[in-house]
């Protein structure tokens, strides 16, 4: 069955830079779209980041732009996301999310496979 196992979760300061990694078992990532979203306190889970296997990447939203990346290693079967210049607005759980069409979505109910989320907290 599909699983997504979500790590690098913890506490830096800010400006530091975090990498995430969503372990993927189940499927190959030849043929699907990974989605990193988070849920900041009192907010509603909102798109970070997608990478698709026919389409590159996407970006959800200006906040994270020119700060965050994603990537891939199919070997692996990993996908990855590294966060850069980390501010304390970007503290929140961390999902990735998994569909097997080839195209991104930045909404939640376009993705039927969840890991369980890993804690960012960017705080002095």
């Known amino acids: 069955q599909v699983q997504l196992v979500e790590s690098g979760g913890s506490l830096v300061q800010p400006g530091g830079s975090l990498r995430l990694s969503c372990a993927a078992s189940?499927?190959?990532?030849?043929?699907?779209?990974i989605g990193w979203f988070r849920q900041r306190p009192g907010k509603e889970r909102e798109g970070v980041l997608c990478?698709?296997?026919?389409?590159?990447?996407?970006y959800y939203g200006d906040s994270v732009k020119g700060r965050f990346t994603i990537s891939r290693d199919t070997t692996k079967n990993t996908v990855y996301l590294q966060m850069n210049s980390l501010k304390p607005e970007d503290t929140a759980v961390y999902y990735c999310?998994?569909?097997?069409?080839?195209?991104?979505?930045?909404?939640?109910?376009?993705?039927?496979?969840w890991g369980q989320g890993t804690q960012v907290t960017v705080s002095s």
């Open positions: 999310a998994a569909r097997t069409p080839y195209f991104c979505s930045g909404s939640g109910v376009d993705y039927k496979s």
């Open positions: 189940g499927f190959t990532l030849d043929y699907s779209a």
């Open positions: 990478i698709s296997s026919r389409r590159g990447t996407e």
